[in-house]
């Protein structure tokens, strides 16, 4: 495989569990409510997945139950923010210190097993296209999945009605309430679908890519899906080209070490030098976060979140009869 | 009422609606009755529970007491959804607007309208998943055309909510409540965010619904529009309800009085003061309001030494923004403000502070106080930086603060407070916190004091004290800038008086040349005659100036 | 049947709820994070007597819940001096490792007698700390960018980046993902016991200094004032914008210094996981603290103690150490939930139908 082709082929599986539990987190954000437990939800949909599939040998019940994780944790944080009007904050990085927890201390004994995974279906034709060919027509049903899931999340929060009540609800709880949106209820659902999603990247990655189970496997893929949401400023198109551009910079990162870039393709030694620091796959591990802190910056520098469609309420709580 | 069912002429009644907020009485025994087809107007100053009533009609409070009929049945709204589904709408006067969704999309928003030609099926769950998951607005869109054209509202429904101006805004307001097919709309105080032009279409578009059959309920503190629109008006005062009369047979001046109210006779000592010097000159201010939008158009405002002026005016008239301008709190667009001379235009708070001005803001919990923390930190917070609260040159002498704040307690007669370092500003009474920010202020001793409102929703007794200490300031020589909606409190306490209308001042007088009746008119019409704004509009209110 | 459920605002809290608080988060804590102890097949009264009886009565778990609080507290600190004024700083883990960073470079490169290259690496370790919390406070007080997504991003930026670093441009001899050991001049002297450095005199002096700072200066007051109220503060003239960028300064230099202490004073060098993600748990223990400074030192003292029980356990009984973050979070989760029953009521009435009430 060439080096090109081989990037291209990472990519697509590094973007897939970015992917799922960026759309999750977007569907959650836009409701107002800020998910910092993507990790953690990612961690028990790993674990509890990849034991469901090692127990059953079914890879589809593994994602189920990884799913079904998710959401557990999910709920924890959707009756701590929208019900008791917790810190959403808080809130959310107890889920990721309970993941990590929860997943390490119960983890152990299924570190050393491993599933089969799931096969790469081809669709016939396309995958014999060049580079893109066997990256992007020739992988697993989930990475399938994710591709697909993205226009039908586009098509759920910008084309439907239970859409506009989305975005209403994350702008302007008040006024949502006021035109009889059921702002808690969308806000749970919101909370739980994003749960759902993170779920399933996280049984993807034990289930799908790796084959087995190793505690904090997750390595801050969470975190970066929370990144991407931002970086891609809430919108579904953004956020897609973000998780294939930041998994893009993971592959590369994966294969930068054995060409040596910056030395063989430059002359001068400090040009080099330079270019082999910010090639290196440790460093290429920050731009995600520095571009994100970036594009935040940049948004605010404009002035102008709410043209953007940032939640506006985002990280504040509602109540209905406040004194 | 009670027996009469089917053709009820009143459309809406409330019985003896009571609102508590904890201590707060925001409705005490409220009564109302709407006929249907009419146009209701609602009168009273500020807090005196308008906007609570209307809230608790609406179904986003739960009155603590009393009862709702509506269309002849007792109801209790458990939400908005519940109010609008039963035919009772509501443009509240903080629009309940999605900025960043068209004006079609906040119209439909939350009706899930299912797609044309989907035959219901009878299966809950399926009917609901197709009302959730598609979106059509071609006949949505069709009938909102429909009724712009029918009431006269031109609107472009594909425009987003934040392109629009206010008046636009407010036209989307009345689009959603119409588009939800309700008898009744409530508008609360649909005029105090329009300019004149603006105000004379909508009410046209008041007009133009009630001949379609709606009835209105119209809240103001105008009273010019009150005699204009209204057929029958119902004043609230201190959040009781006071009379309801038919506008044809009252006069501006009698409404006026019902909704001010008799007059509560204090013990006030004013002594005659020497006035001295000019202690504020702020020449030809103009500001901007939150939106934006010019709030003073160049306003000029001299108060002497020993001098009290009172500024009189209906909340929203640019008061608010003329006494934050007077303490560096917000920016000036054109103009400069000198105290005993000194050029402090474009200073900071602080800067004001220092030169001697003292400021009482009109909202105690936002900017007066901060309620959580203790009465200590709160009497000290413009203090804590002097000299005379310092030990070994870094530390706070706390111990000191504490006597200091006894003290300020002691004279100022503040009540309810344990230990001042324990016991939170906030769980002091109203009056009680106004007189702590009250003695903060005027313990400095301020060459100048610029007060909005300081006796607003406080009570009797300590109304009567802080107008003395305000007396007693002036007294030793302090300038004041008192802006009050209370003519009882400007008449009191007032050397000069200054009424502002739309961001300028329309009236100068002394308590002693004019009476009250003549300053409420200059404060709700722009013009201290008897001549009606109704007819006249806004050009004649130029004329008089 | 159908169940109704009321949920009403409190007045005033009960004073046997606000006493019983944190004993009952605690013990809560504890009870639910017994399940997973029971699915390891291990009996949960025997761990928590390890936890928490074995090691308060051994010597040595003394020194190390004394040892393991020191960052705690810095860091811990270092959320909380912001969240006084209002703001939340994810960044701790982040400020924490530049500092330990910057501190081991200077340990590692700079050649001076004992005393004066301890306090240049602490001084280092403050400065870069501090600097590097400063991002996200001035983010906030110039361009009101919100702290919680910068700070927490630009940790994690800072954690990968030292990983960089010690396998790469500070990586020492020894071949691993760590820095030269560092000289004997630049460790922190140990007292009475091999493990017990003393570093963990900070623990008091810090402890005082802030406190001090908290409570008897006019920037204590300060921060309190734009903490409680922002419009409120304005008026009477105190500025955010200072005060926001201070409180992100003041945060860094304590998480700061933590590295180096760390560094410095239990490992003598830098490795990749040297931080079993103090810069989190600061988040707990600063909510734990979050009523004062004394209550954040005994927050530390108490999660230093689960961390040190932690490893007792881990040796003693084969009980990961992830245990103590099962119970760190669980804290936080019932803090949460008693911060609200502290405000609110509830009611259950069963077999009547009533008006439904969302939760408001």
């Not at chain 1, 090692?54 to 999910?74: E, H, K």
């Not at chain 2, 429909?146 to 594909?158: A, K, R, S």
């Not at chain 2, 009236?507 to 709700?524: D, H, Q, S």
């Not at chain 3, 109220?229 to 210094?257: C, D, K, M, P």
Request: include cysteine; glycine fraction near 12%.
């Amino acid at each position: 495989m060439s080096f090109v082709a081989g990037i291209a082929d990472s990519t697509v599986s590094l973007a897939t569990p970015l992917l799922l539990a960026a759309l999750g987190e977007v569907i959650a954000e836009r409701s107002g409510v800020i998910n910092l437990g993507v990790e953690g939800m990612m961690l028990a949909g790993a674990l509890a997945g990849f034991a469901a599939a090692v127990v059953t040998n079914s890879m589809w019940l593994g994602v189920l139950v990884g799913l079904l994780a998710g959401v557990s944790l999910a709920l924890v944080h959707a009756v701590l923010a929208v019900s008791l009007n917790a810190d959403q904050v808080v809130s959310g990085i107890m889920i990721t210190i309970l993941g990590i927890g929860l997943t390490t201390l119960l983890g152990r004994s299924w570190v050393g097993q491993s599933v089969s995974g799931f096969e790469e279906i081809a669709v016939p034709g396309l995958s014999r296209l060049p580079i893109v060919g066997q990256a992007m027509f020739n992988v697993t049903a989930l990475d399938y999945l994710a591709l697909a899931l993205t226009p039908i999340v586009w098509y759920f929060l910008t084309r439907t009605n239970i859409g506009a009540e989305i975005t209403a609800v994350g702008e302007d709880p008040e006024a949502a309430d006021t035109a009889g949106v059921p702002v808690f209820r969308i806000r749970y659902g919101c909370i739980l679908i994003g749960g759902a999603l993170a779920g399933i990247a996280g049984a993807q990655l034990s289930v799908a890519f790796t084959n087995f189970w190793t505690s904090e496997m997750i390595a801050g893929r969470g975190w970066i899906a929370v990144a991407l949401v931002i970086f891609g400023q809430w919108r579904v198109g953004s956020v897609f080209l973000g998780a294939y551009l930041f998994a893009a910079v993971d592959a590369l990162s994966f294969r930068s070490g054995d060409v040596g870039l910056g030395s063989e393709v430059f002359g001068s030694r400090l040009i080099a030098d330079v270019v082999d620091v910010a090639l290196d796959p440790q460093v290429m591990q920050v731009y995600p976060y520095l571009a994100t802190v970036v594009a935040l910056w940049y948004i605010m520098r404009r002035g102008t979140l709410e043209e953007l469609g940032a939640p506006n309420s985002l990280v504040e709580t509602y109540s209905r009869e406040r004194d | 009422m009670g027996g009469s069912m089917g053709n009820h002429e009143n459309i809406l009644e409330a019985k003896d609606v009571t609102k508590r907020f904890g201590d707060v009485v925001a409705n005490d025994q409220v009564n109302l009755s709407v006929r249907r087809g009419e146009i209701h107007g609602i009168l009273g100053e500020n807090g005196a529970g308008k906007s609570t009533l209307m809230n608790i009609l609406y179904g986003l409070y739960t009155p603590t007491d009393g009862t709702v009929v509506f269309e002849g049945e007792a109801r209790q709204f458990a939400s908005p959804k519940d109010a609008v589904d039963a035919g009772i709408g509501m443009v509240h006067q903080h629009f309940m607007l999605v900025p960043s969704m068209s004006v079609l999309e906040n119209i439909v928003l939350g009706e899930r309208e299912l797609p044309p030609g989907y035959e219901p099926t009878g299966i809950g769950v399926l009917d609901r998943l197709v009302g959730m998951l598609t979106r059509h607005r071609s006949a949505p869109r069709e009938r909102v055309v429909e009724l712009t054209d029918e009431y006269g509202l031109d609107i472009d429904p594909d425009r987003k909510v934040w392109e629009l101006d206010i008046g636009e805004q407010q036209r989307v307001e009345i689009l959603k409540a119409l588009y939800r097919d309700v008898d009744l709309l409530i508008l609360d105080e649909p005029t105090a965010v329009l300019t004149p032009n603006e105000a004379e279409q909508m009410f046209e578009t008041i007009q133009s619904l009630v001949e379609e059959g709606l009835t209105v309920i119209f809240i103001t503190h105008k009273l010019w529009e009150v005699e204009e629109l209204a057929d029958r008006v119902t004043v609230l005062r201190d959040g009781a309800s006071v009379e309801t009369v038919a506008t044809d047979g009252v006069t501006q001046s009698e409404l006026a009085e019902l909704m001010v109210g008799k007059e509560v006779l204090l013990d006030l000592e004013k002594a005659p003061v020497d006035v001295g010097d000019p202690v504020l000159q702020a020449e030809t201010l103009r500001v901007e309001d939150d939106r934006g939008i010019e709030a003073l158009s160049g306003v000029d405002l001299t108060v002497n030494r020993g001098e009290i002026v009172g500024v009189a005016g209906v909340s929203g008239n640019g008061q608010r923004e003329l006494s934050q301008s007077l303490f560096g709190f917000r920016p000036l667009l054109d103009g400069r403000i000198r105290i005993d001379g000194e050029d402090l235009t474009g200073e900071p708070p602080s800067g004001f502070m220092d030169a001697g001005v003292s400021y009482i803001p009109q909202d105690r919990h936002e900017y007066g106080a901060a309620p959580g923390l203790s009465v200590m930190d709160n009497a000290c917070a413009k203090e804590f930086e002097s000299d005379r609260f310092r030990r070994y040159g870094f530390l706070l002498d706390y111990p000191n603060m504490a006597e200091y704040t006894r003290d300020v307690v002691d004279r100022f007669d503040i009540r309810g407070v344990g230990d001042v370092e324990e016991t939170p500003a906030g769980d002091l009474s109203g009056g009680n916190l106004q007189k702590l920010i009250l003695g903060r202020e005027l313990d400095r001793q301020p060459d100048l004091l610029v007060a909005n409102q300081p006796t607003r929703g406080v009570d009797v007794g300590a109304i009567e004290s802080i107008r003395n200490l305000v007396l007693e300031r002036r007294a030793s020589g302090t300038g004041v800038v008192l802006v009050s909606e209370d003519l009882d409190e400007l008449f009191d306490l007032s050397d000069r008086i200054r009424v502002i209308y739309e961001g300028e001042f329309v009236f100068e007088t002394t308590p002693a040349a004019t009476t009250k009746t003549e300053v409420g008119m200059a404060m709700t019409t722009g013009a201290p005659g008897e001549q009606s704004q109704a007819t006249a509009g806004a050009g004649v209110r130029a004329e008089d100036r | 049947m159908t169940v109704s459920v009321t949920v009403e605002h409190r007045e005033s809290t009960p004073s046997w709820l606000r006493y019983t608080a944190p004993l009952l988060t605690g013990a809560l804590a504890l009870l639910v994070a017994a399940v997973p102890l029971l699915v390891l097949n291990v009996n949960p009264v025997e761990a928590y007597l390890v936890l928490f009886v074995g090691t308060l009565l051994s010597p040595s778990g003394i020194v190390n819940t004394l040892v393991t609080a020191v960052p705690l507290f810095l860091t811990g600190l270092a959320v909380y001096i912001p969240y006084r004024a209002g703001l939340w700083n994810l960044g701790a883990e982040g400020q924490l490792f530049f500092g330990a960073v910057a501190g081991t470079f200077v340990g590692v490169n700079a050649d001076f007698s004992a005393p004066v290259l301890l306090g240049l690496m602490f001084v280092a370790s403050g400065i870069v700390g501090g600097l590097y919390g400063a991002i996200p406070g001035y983010l906030r007080a110039k361009h009101d960018v919100n702290e919680i997504i910068t700070s927490l991003m630009l940790s994690l930026a800072a954690v990968s980046l030292t990983h960089y670093l010690v396998r790469g441009p500070m990586q020492g001899s020894g071949g691993s993902a760590a820095t030269e050991s560092l000289p004997e001049a630049a460790l922190v002297p140990t007292v009475f016991s091999p493990r017990l450095h003393v570093g963990v005199v900070l623990l008091v002096v810090v402890a005082a200094c802030i406190a001090v700072l908290m409570n008897h200066t006019s920037l204590g007051f300060r921060i309190s004032f734009v903490g409680a109220n922002v419009g409120a503060a304005r008026q009477s003239g105190i500025s955010e914008y200072r005060t926001y960028l201070v409180v992100f300064v003041l945060g860094g230099v304590l998480a700061g210094v933590a590295g180096i202490v760390e560094v410095a004073g239990v490992y003598g060098r830098l490795f990749e996981g040297f931080s079993p993600g103090y810069g989190f748990t600061a988040v707990a223990v600063a909510l734990l603290g979050r009523n004062g400074v004394t209550r954040v030192l005994a927050a530390a003292l108490f999660f230093g103690l689960l961390q040190t029980g932690g490893s007792s356990l881990a040796i003693l009984m084969d009980v990961p150490t992830a245990l103590v973050d099962v119970i760190v979070a669980l804290i936080i989760l019932f803090i949460l939930t008693a911060e609200f029953f502290k405000t609110h009521r509830i009611d259950l009435r069963t077999g009547r139908n009533t008006d439904r009430e969302g939760v408001s």
